[in-house]
């Protein structure tokens, strides 16, 4: 009897953990999305669930442009995360520590500061488009900062390591003889990588978009820092209408959509490329 | 989705009359590895042809030079010097997909996220073999290795033996010009071993498709193969048939790497026809087939089974020494004598425990060890 129970008292502590800091947060926020009233006179529990309509039939442009920022920053992230992986992977020899740790350096500055620093970068006279100004290669009036380009590059810089990371850690794995495997039977480079590298690094990319997307289209510094009006993110939404117009139950009820959002598009993902369906990619 | 009635690939005729060129030819091929400073040699110069539709083994301790031979073969490697030859043609700077080789790897590197068909049908595919064509071959190759209807499996879920079958379906079912085997059953226990050494040489026979076959088993090497090459730092030492190997060692390292060896040192002294006399120090004297010159030092080697033990005075014509008996072990089947020469030199005795066993020795015996002259040979030291 007792030697059953051990296991379930073992994890206890992090039930518990979960309880405290995820269970009764995300209850009394959802408590919240159903009050009306205002920060002077106080919120009460109405159930007012027109609460959500209205953050939908309110905010739905910038939900779909989050979304759509994070599908973006994510398929950059694929596009830059995979290439580096991989060569670390296969090509790090004895550093890939080194070369995994240069990737991580400049994620111990802190977040904001990193992105103030692309505003020089990508500032209109900045080290970026000055330049190119000067050689004639961009029209004087060309900017990038305030544009979707910024807040989407600037997603995609801030979360790149957890896109490689994840890929790096299947690519390790893969035995060498399986790819001398494929060339022995007639594949060419590209198509053992093709038909066998790709294919089974599909887990570690899963994982990867799981891991960016989610942080990218939830993000309010990047459009913050980088952004103009027109970029405005659901995150910086949020953010408006808790600290600055106290609208707690908006705030919260536009949180709970984006999340349902998120959580429907997750189920959906790994249930179209769920880890058996990943390992069952034909050849 | 099988067909169930199974022809199996068209098998060659059995070829004794070896015509064309060889399957595989090695030229004088040499491999060094550099790693840093060090250069390693793993194959110091290596001449050998194998012949078509011929089970060949590459025999030899760890570290030989067994692998990178194969590697070379199979194109994973460059020959550092040297020619290699497939069907005649240099495919030196070849890469391994325009090579008509197959291998077998030691560890099958199966493609793991593929299904038994998808990955016995990977070369096909490669080749843009029509998909009927596919479907059948890979029927056929999954029969011939006792596989069908695992075609779903994913190798993950198969047992050591049966992702054994699959790598080397994998191979066979492109019909290549040879089929390259590194230490296939290494991985597997004793008795599934036993079972798959009789297995791939049916396959082989059934198949008639040339098997170059690395093993550091001396016995799998003699059990399977038609010619073995012995090698040992980088060189082959000899090669030759099992019988001939086993029988007629070329050197000290094959007389000791290949079943048990007695080794006695001599000198050779006068010649007596085709003969040579090999002199031992204080114990007496044989007679030898040699060519060997007089007064050269030899090693005299002669096989535990080819030795007769017992109290009487053996047969005029034969080699005789006089020894003691030490350890005597029996073995059920067969008794293991070690005898002592008077120089202190030792010689082991097979000898099988059949009825007429009557006068065995005892340990402290005097006895007479004697065996053929043409059952021992003189190897130079
Ligand atoms: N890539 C490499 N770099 C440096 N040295 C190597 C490399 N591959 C093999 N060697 C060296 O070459 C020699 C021959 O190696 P090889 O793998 O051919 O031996 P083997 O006969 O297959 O041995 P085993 O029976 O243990 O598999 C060894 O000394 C090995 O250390
Ligand atoms: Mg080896």
């Known amino acids: 009897m007792k030697a059953k129970t051990t296991p379930y008292l073992l994890v206890l502590p992090a039930w518990i953990w979960l309880a405290i800091f995820f269970v009764v947060p995300i209850c009394g926020m959802l408590s919240v999305s159903l009050m009306t009233g205002n920060v002077l006179d106080g919120f009460t529990q109405t159930f007012h669930v027109a609460n959500y309509a209205e953050a939908i039939d309110r905010y739905w442009r910038q939900i779909l442009r989050s979304l759509a920022y994070g599908a973006c920053a994510t398929a950059l992230c694929v596009a830059i995360g995979y290439p580096v992986a991989a060569w670390i992977a296969f090509r790090g020899g004895r550093h890939k520590t080194t070369y995994l740790l240069l990737l991580l350096l400049p994620f111990f500055v802190s977040q904001v500061l990193r992105t103030i620093s692309w505003r020089f970068l990508l500032a209109d006279d900045g080290v970026l488009l000055g330049p190119l100004k000067s050689i004639g290669l961009l029209p004087e009036d060309a900017h990038v900062l305030s544009t979707p380009l910024a807040v989407v590059t600037g997603l995609a810089y801030s979360h790149l390591p957890f896109m490689v990371l994840p890929i790096y850690a299947v690519l390790e794995r893969v035995d060498h003889r399986v790819v001398e495997a494929a060339r022995d039977l007639y594949a060419t480079r590209a198509q053992a990588f093709l038909r066998v590298v790709l294919p089974m690094s599909l887990p570690g990319v899963f994982a990867g978009v799981l891991m960016v997307f989610v942080p990218t289209s939830a993000d309010y510094v990047n459009a913050s820092l980088l952004g103009g009006t027109g970029t405005t993110m659901i995150g910086n939404v949020i953010q408006s209408q808790y600290l600055v117009n106290n609208d707690y139950p908006m705030a919260a009820a536009i949180t709970f959509v984006l999340m349902a959002l998120l959580l429907a598009g997750i189920f959906g993902y790994a249930r179209a490329l769920g880890t058996e369906r990943v390992m069952e990619v034909r050849a | ?381």
């Open chain 2, 1 to 381: 989705m099988a067909t169930s009635t199974h022809e199996g690939p068209a098998p060659h005729p059995p070829t004794t009359a070896r015509e064309g060129p060889a399957a595989i030819g090695l030229e004088g091929v040499v491999k060094t590895y550099r790693s840093g400073q060090e250069t390693v040699a793993a194959v110091r110069g290596i001449d050998l042809a194998v012949h078509q539709g011929e089970f060949f083994s590459l025999l030899g301790p760890s570290g030989c030079g067994k692998t990178t031979t194969m590697r070379m073969i199979a194109g994973f490697e460059e020959p550092t010097s040297g020619t290699v030859r497939l069907a005649g043609r240099d495919v030196t700077g070849v890469p391994p997909d325009r090579r008509d080789v197959n291998m077998v790897f030691q560890s099958y590197a199966l493609f793991p996220h593929m299904s038994v068909a998808d990955n016995v049908a990977f070369g096909l595919r490669r080749k843009n073999v029509p998909k009927d064509e596919v479907r059948r071959r890979v029927g056929e190759a999954l029969d011939l290795v006792e596989l069908s209807g695992l075609h779903r499996r994913r190798p993950g879920r198969l047992s050591g033996g049966q992702q054994q079958r699959v790598a080397l379906a994998r191979a066979l079912v492109n019909r290549p010009g040879a089929l390259l085997l590194d230490e296939p059953l290494g991985a597997l226990d004793l008795k599934l071993r036993q079972a798959m050494q009789i297995e791939l040489k049916r396959i082989q026979r059934e198949v008639g498709i040339t098997f170059v076959y690395v093993t550091h088993d001396q016995s799998e090497a003699l059990t399977m193969s038609d010619r073995i090459a012995v090698m040992n730092e980088g060189v082959v030492e000899q090669l030759g048939p099992p019988a001939q190997i086993y029988e007629r060692p070329a050197s000290r390292f094959v007389a000791g790497f290949i079943g048990t060896s007695n080794l006695l040192s001599g000198t050779v002294t006068t010649g007596v026809g085709e003969y040579a006399r090999v002199e031992f120090d204080g114990i007496g004297h044989v007679l030898v087939r040699t060519d060997q010159t007089s007064g050269s030092a030899v090693d005299v080697t002669v096989r535990p089974e080819k030795v007769h033990i017992g109290a009487d005075e053996p047969a005029p014509g034969m080699s005789r020494l006089r020894g003691t008996v030490g350890e005597v072990v029996y073995l059920g089947a067969s008794t293991h004598y070690t005898v002592v020469l008077a120089n202190g030199a030792e010689v082991v005795v097979f000898r099988q425990n059949s009825s007429d066993a009557s006068n065995a020795a005892e340990r402290g015996d005097q006895v007479w060890l004697s065996w053929r002259p043409d059952h021992s040979y003189a190897l130079p030291r």
